[in-house]
């Protein structure tokens, strides 16, 4: 089974940028659905973006279409978040989840990677 470990969390201004990235062991990333998550405190858990093992097909939560991009780089087993133009609500813990399939839950979750936007 894969195992999926987030990085590149950290402390941004208003309107900054970060790129999270999302190592995967155990599995070529390719064969996975991988989407990335979000939870601020005393929120739920929410939808972030997700990649389709095509590699092609992506999908944004309207909250950050137009300023976040999920790419995947096979090479290196890793899916990415490319994070622009950052606003104080995106301020959460960002999950990396994988699944065999193209629906449903998601079997895999990694620990998780802070990011903090300061206003």
């Known amino acids: 089974q894969v195992h999926v470990v987030e990085s590149g969390g950290g402390l941004v201004q208003a309107g900054g940028s970060l790129r999270l990235s999302c190592a995967a062991s155990?599995?070529?990333?390719?064969?996975?659905?991988m989407g990335w998550y979000r939870q601020a405190p005393g929120k739920e858990r929410e939808f972030v973006a997700v990649?389709?093992?095509?590699?092609?097909?992506?999908y944004y939560a309207d909250s950050v279409k137009g300023r976040f991009t999920i790419s995947r780089d096979n090479a290196k087993n890793t899916v990415y978040l490319q994070m622009n133009s950052l606003k104080f609500e995106d301020s959460a813990v960002y999950y990396c989840?994988?699944?065999?399939?193209?629906?449903?839950?998601?079997?895999?979750w990694g620990q998780g990677t802070q990011v903090t936007v300061s206003s």
């Open positions: 989840a994988a699944s065999t399939r193209e629906g449903g839950a998601y079997e895999f």
């Open positions: 155990g599995g070529p990333v390719s064969s996975y659905r």
């Open positions: 990649i389709r093992r095509s590699g092609s097909t992506t």
